[in-house]
């Protein structure tokens, strides 16, 4: 969906976290450089440790900053990529603070998440409306795309198989092995019991939400 492409493709990941997509992108991408930012050193260090395994990394460099305190020149980029990232800051203040840094006419490419139905169940509803209120329908996203200056190439849904293959599974079993240590640690147990919440709400209601990939072009 990205083209045309220059020969030397920069490319800015934004929320990279420990980077399963910054090196998938340095794969298929051979004439690209990547700078991958995120806020978590650790990450960023896992990272490149699997970038020098993979032989990738050359085609990648690391900033830890903020998504809202980024120290790069205007115009600078001609991919922004970000996963499951730009609701740190919010939808619309991102599109608007990082739209600077791309080239005119570099793509931004990025995962949101989204509802699928205008009338979601109640109790889903009530989920979202306490951890991230702004959700909003797709074509509510591509409006909001539009209105901040871009040009819409597709989107698509991020199948159910990756929240469960990728996150969920690891995370339940991971909550599985932790629980009986944390017992009585009021806290540790507020957060398992969220998370428990969270993925029994995907499998009773992933036909109404989850994540979408917006692809589009800085006019």
């Known amino acids: 969906m990205l083209s045309p492409l220059p020969a030397d493709v920069k490319i800015l990941d934004i929320g990279c976290g420990a980077g399963m997509q910054t090196i998938h992108l340095a794969k298929i991408c051979g004439n690209c450089h990547i700078t991958a930012v995120d806020v978590y ?5 896992s990272l490149m440790e699997k970038a020098v395994a993979e032989g990738v990394a050359d085609r990648i460099s690391t900033v830890c900053t903020s998504m809202e305190d980024l120290p790069f020149g205007a115009n600078e980029f001609d991919i922004i990529w970000s996963e499951g990232a730009i609701f740190v800051m919010g939808f619309e203040k991102g599109l608007d603070y990082w739209k600077h840094f791309l080239k005119e006419g570099g ?42 200056g871009y040009t819409i190439i597709d989107q698509f849904k991020v199948p159910a198989s990756a929240w469960w293959d990728d996150y969920y599974v690891p995370l339940e079993k991971r909550l599985d092995s932790i629980e009986d240590k944390f017992k009585g640690n009021t806290e540790a147990e507020s957060i398992i019991e969220f998370s428990r919440k969270e993925i029994e709400l995907f499998r009773q209601y992933s036909n109404e939400y989850g994540y979408v990939f917006f692809v589009f072009q800085k006019e």
Do not use: K
């Open 107 to 148: 793509f931004m490419a990025l995962t949101e998440a989204a509802w699928f139905t205008e009338s979601p169940s109640e109790e889903v509803f009530q989920f979202w409306n306490e951890c991230y209120p702004d959700i909003a329908t797709i074509p509510q996203n591509e409006n909001r795309i539009e209105a901040a």
């Open 41 to 45: 050193q650790p990450y960023l260090d």
